[in-house]
């Protein structure tokens, strides 16, 4: 992150939304840019807007600014759980244009328990694996039929550019990965102390998620790194992501390190070895099956290449990970 950056998060507030998950997210936020600060004044701060849809617009507006600014657009926007019966298909479609235009201009979406089904109306899990409530794992499915795999068992699933958190009161481990995110994870860890709840293991230092640049405004390269998190870079060949860019190889690895700061090979092992890290946690595959499964030729390269990124063997990794 840049010195002095604005980082602002926004929370919709939809119709049915829980209020309390919206405060409190607000608070958790705010709790550690106040902590932020203390470390140094020139670091990033958080700025988190409330995002709400009026009867007569077409598209939702900020409702509150803690920054006052009322402009530019959010890196994050959070859909929070709601109370009551899951939103109906007719309601949450009213957002759906919205959340689709603003992915596709790099911001990031999340969802917690129900707002999952807002989000899905976006077409962000087309391909994709997801998590929200237990109790909502089977119309979620069944609304959007496109999902690759509702896994209700997972708490939290970070995909990059789309995070789905589980139950209605997760929004704490959805507000501390973000602060990890994106002012780290001391500060991360000092946020928990203080609101005293726990910090969530998937955001120890050695596999933080790997968390791309998606708001570079080069939309050639966004549609590519959306691409590839959607496949999990199953295909990295240089031909493969040109052709998704619509640019000549050259053109394209010369813009893609410019917008992400990463080589195209460097990006797909980060994409790949970050599914790893999921299975190490989350199954009890041997690593050659892991390797196969994310796109790696033997076990020997899959090791080599968690080393380099993760920092730890992946045998380490699991001993000191897995669920």
């Keep these: 992150m840049h010195a002095n ?4 998060i926004g929370i919709v507030d939809y119709a049915g939304a829980q209020m309390a998950a919206i405060l409190g997210l607000s608070d958790l936020f705010m709790v550690a840019d106040g902590l932020a600060r203390t470390r140094g004044a020139d670091g990033p701060r958080l700025r988190i807007s409330h995002w709400k849809l009026d009867e007569r617009a077409l598209v939702p507006s900020r409702v509150y600014d803690s920054l006052e600014r009322g402009d530019g657009m959010p890196r994050v926007l959070i859909l929070p759980p ?5 939103i109906e298909p007719a309601a949450a479609v009213r957002y759906a244009s919205w959340l689709k235009e603003r992915h596709a201009a790099g911001v990031i979406l999340a969802s917690i328990c129900a707002g999952a089904l807002v989000l899905g109306e976006a077409g962000a899990f087309a391909g994709r694996t997801v ?21 209700t068992d997972r708490l939290i699933i970070d995909d990059g550019d789309i995070i789905t958190v589980g139950g209605v009161m997760a929004w704490t481990d959805l507000g501390l990965t973000l602060v990890s995110r994106f002012l780290g994870p001391t500060i991360m860890i000092d946020t928990a102390r203080q609101l005293l709840v726990d910090s969530p293991g998937r955001e120890q230092r050695y596999y933080s998620p790997f968390a791309p640049r998606m708001d570079h405004g080069d939309e050639a390269v966004l549609r590519v790194q959306h691409w590839l998190q959607k496949t999990g870079a199953s295909d990295m060949s240089l031909p493969a992501l040109a052709s998704q860019a619509g640019l000549e190889v050259r053109t394209f690895l010369r813009r893609f390190q410019k917008a992400t700061g990463l ?5 797909c092992q980060r994409i790949r070895i970050g599914k790893a890290q999921e299975m190490l946690q989350f199954s009890t595959r041997p690593l050659e099956r892991i390797a196969w499964d ?3 030729a033997d076990a020997s390269a899959l090791r080599r290449a968690f080393v380099r990124i993760v920092g730890l063997t992946p045998n380490e990794y699991r001993q000191r990970f897995r669920a």
């Design 5 to 8: 950056e604005v980082i602002e």
């Design 82 to 86: 709601a109370l009551g019966a899951p």
């Design 131 to 151: 998590t929200t409530h237990w109790g909502y794992g089977a119309l979620l499915h069944s609304r959007f039929p496109e999902i690759a795999r509702v896994e």
């Design 263 to 267: 080589t195209s090979t460097d990006y």
């Design 294 to 296: 994310v796109g790696y």
